[in-house]
């Protein structure tokens, strides 16, 4: 078990540029969520799968947040036309659907949009 | 609605002082309940969980109750240390899909 890896861990774009991060849930996690932190802030739930199906997306920030994870295993987020507003440490987590919901976070990617 | 609030920081500390970081929810039925760590550069990790009322978590020294009474789940260490220095993060289960965290209390131990 090497735990929830996420990918970049930094990124700098260009505002109106699109980014895409991708999470590797741990192997056995059906679960897999992403979160929005903000400097100061606690984790800002934005969207959760169980498997491949994606159960929550109403919390997504606008039209220009997508996620998927087309295979059950890994899942990516994509922001397209980034604003400034974006910048932020995007979190991933995952769990077992059996238990008590303990979430496993990776060690975000930080966004910085210029 | 539901939603977790967490004692406002940052908090400072002299080693060996006594920690007291409040927490409380609310919540439509019984949620899990938990406290997450995240240290300077690193991601959250989870530091203790409490499932059911009157559950008692606890681990690295630090301890919390679930409270059901005055729904609470304050976290406790009776001798800190340097090396807990970080943000801590009350957070609970969800209600549906939808998940809650505090906004993360700062806490810094100096010698």
């Known amino acids: 078990d090497t735990g929830v890896s996420q990918n970049p861990r930094h990124k700098i774009t260009k505002r109106g540029q699109n980014v895409t991060f991708r999470c590797d849930p741990i192997?056995?996690?059906?679960?897999l969520y992403w979160y929005r932190q903000t400097l100061g802030q606690g984790p800002e739930f934005l969207t959760y799968?169980?498997?491949?199906?994606?159960?929550?997306k109403s919390r997504l920030l606008s039209d220009r947040f997508s996620a998927e994870r087309p295979k059950g295993s890994f899942s990516t987020l994509e922001i397209q036309r980034t604003e400034q507003g974006d910048s932020a440490m995007y979190l991933c987590?995952?769990?077992?659907?059996?238990?008590?919901?303990?979430?496993?976070f990776g060690p975000g990617t930080r966004l910085t949009v210029l | 609605g539901d939603s977790v609030t967490q004692m406002e920081g940052p908090v400072t500390l002299s080693e060996e002082a006594f920690l007291t970081i409040n927490c409380t929810y609310t919540?439509?039925?019984?949620?899990?309940l938990f406290w997450y760590v995240q240290y300077p550069g690193e991601g959250l990790q989870l530091l203790l969980k409490?499932?059911?009322?009157?559950d008692k978590g606890s681990n690295k020294g630090f301890e919390a109750t679930y409270r059901k009474e005055t729904t609470s789940f304050h976290l406790e260490k009776g001798s800190v240390q340097v090396s807990d220095s970080a943000v801590y993060f009350c957070?609970?289960?969800?209600?549906?899909?939808?998940?809650?965290f505090g906004t993360g209390t700062s806490l810094t131990v100096i010698p």
């Open positions: 987590a995952s769990s077992s659907e059996r238990g008590t919901d303990t979430q496993y």
């Open positions: 192997s056995e996690h059906n679960r």
């Open positions: 799968f169980q498997n491949e199906a994606q159960l929550e």
């Open positions: 919540a439509t039925g019984y949620p899990s």
């Open positions: 409490a499932t059911k009322a009157d």
């Open positions: 957070a609970r289960s969800p209600t549906g899909n939808q998940f809650y």
